[in-house]
């Protein structure tokens, strides 16, 4: 777990949280899953209930929510009145075909990777956005001149300039607060990798200027759709703070989306 963590790759893991009569694994046994559903490390049993929980680790994996997977014989599930299948009360139940006829109770969570929040530039802007990035718990990548790098307190990765791999693991918000230093490398460097999000901190008018700078240069439309700018909700925001905190509630927000109720998410926005 701890090397998959290290590397950034997503996996699941499986434990068995409660167990009846005979069963292979008990109470505390675990399994690594892979997205794949490939088991990695670990036991949670043979046949009988590994089906069922490499397909619900698959589907964590996929979705970001945990599962409860209830094994059971067929006549305990007929007593309940569910059949194989059914999902009641967040309980999801499986049919146990082996002769032991036991019961087993196992509760998948995926583990993914932290969202890493990617500053281009070092301006006041990109220095608060850094800090307070990093108490809001993403991943760190910070994006600037050797001489600017000191003005980061710290931060999970130094890239010097603006040369960002093309594809990362986990979910990746980029945000360009240059402030007139190499705004157009960095918004090139920005559009040309994959990202959730792609922001640029500045005033709409100059915004525009830089994107009629791209497409002079042969970005395509498609990829300069991609760009968010101004960056940030509109909170009025003064300082450079305060822009960090717009800019960061702007990408909480698209995190967010989908993971709430629909009357507490619009209660909160």
């Not at 069922?52 to 409860?68: I, S």
């Not at 945000?175 to 157009?184: A, K």
């Amino acid at each position: 777990m701890d090397r998959l963590r290290r590397a950034g790759t997503p996996f699941a893991l499986a434990t068995v949280v409660r167990t009846v009569s005979v069963t292979a694994a008990k109470a505390g046994a675990k399994a690594v899953i892979a997205p794949d559903g490939t088991m990695l490390a670990g036991w949670i049993g043979g046949g009988c209930a590994r089906g069922a929980v490499l397909k619900a680790a698959r589907e964590a994996l996929a979705d970001g929510k945990t599962r409860l997977i209830s094994v059971q014989p067929e006549d305990l599930l007929a007593e309940q009145g569910v059949a194989a299948g059914d999902e009641h009360q967040g309980v999801r139940y499986a049919r146990n075909m082996c002769p032991s006829q036991g019961s087993m109770d196992v509760f998948v969570e995926p583990v993914l990777p932290r969202p890493r929040l990617v500053v281009l530039g070092a301006s006041p802007v990109a220095v608060a956005l850094a800090d307070l990035g990093g108490r809001m718990g993403y991943d760190l990548t910070v994006c600037a001149a050797p001489e600017d790098q000191p003005a980061f307190r710290q931060a999970d990765e130094r890239i010097e300039g603006f040369a960002l791999p093309v594809e990362a693991s986990g979910s990746r918000y980029l945000v360009v607060s240059t402030q007139g230093r190499g705004d157009l490398a960095a918004l090139k460097a920005a559009l040309a990798v994959e990202a959730e999000h792609v922001a640029f901190v500045g005033s709409r008018r100059k915004a525009e200027a830089l994107t009629r700078k791209l497409q002079e240069d042969g970005i395509g439309l498609n990829q300069i759709a991609r760009l968010k700018a101004p960056a940030g909700l509109d909170l009025g925001a003064i300082t450079p703070e305060e822009i960090a905190l717009s800019v960061l509630a702007e990408i909480t927000l698209l995190r967010r989306r989908g993971q709430r109720g629909t009357a507490q998410a619009g209660a909160a926005t």
